[in-house]
């Protein structure tokens, strides 16, 4: 497309300008941004990527911890109505759990602390 005032139009920037010249420079750095651009998006997906993969990564996990620690749960309670059963009473104070072992020894050194 030419006209008087113009000599050349750019199909790529929908405008036009006067010489070949600043065509070819202004679609070169139209060019240079635009590749730089999907770059950066290219670059965002993949990282979008790393943290999905990473989540599923979790949810699968969690998901095996979860059924592991329903079998154990399972066991236990059965283990607990098969001793019922035969013995007719099964008694199991809090403090035969490790875990809990850690929580009363620091109740214990905080009220320590209070007191003394």
Request: charged content about 35%.
């Given at each position: 497309m030419t006209n008087e005032n113009y000599g050349v139009y750019s199909w790529l920037l929908n405008k036009p300008f006067k010489?070949?010249?600043?065509?070819?420079?202004?679609?070169?750095?139209?060019?240079k941004a635009h590749e730089k651009e999907l770059k950066e998006k290219e670059e965002k997906k993949q990282a979008a990527k790393k943290v999905e993969d990473a989540y599923n990564n979790y949810i699968k996990v969690t998901r095996e911890t979860n059924?592991?620690?329903q079998e154990a749960y399972d066991k236990f309670l059965d283990a607990g109505r098969e001793f019922g059963n035969k013995y007719k009473t099964?008694?199991?104070?809090?403090q035969d759990?490790?875990?809990?072992?850690?929580?009363?020894k620091s109740i214990?050194?905080?009220f320590n602390d209070l007191l003394f």
């Amino acid at each position: 497309m030419t006209n008087e005032n113009y000599g050349v139009y750019s199909w790529l920037l929908n405008k036009p300008f006067k010489t070949k010249e600043e065509l070819l420079k202004a679609e070169a750095e139209y060019n240079k941004a635009h590749e730089k651009e999907l770059k950066e998006k290219e670059e965002k997906k993949q990282a979008a990527k790393k943290v999905e993969d990473a989540y599923n990564n979790y949810i699968k996990v969690t998901r095996e911890t979860n059924k592991q620690i329903q079998e154990a749960y399972d066991k236990f309670l059965d283990a607990g109505r098969e001793f019922g059963n035969k013995y007719k009473t099964f008694h199991m104070s809090i403090q035969d759990f490790p875990e809990s072992k850690s929580l009363f020894k620091s109740i214990e050194d905080l009220f320590n602390d209070l007191l003394f």
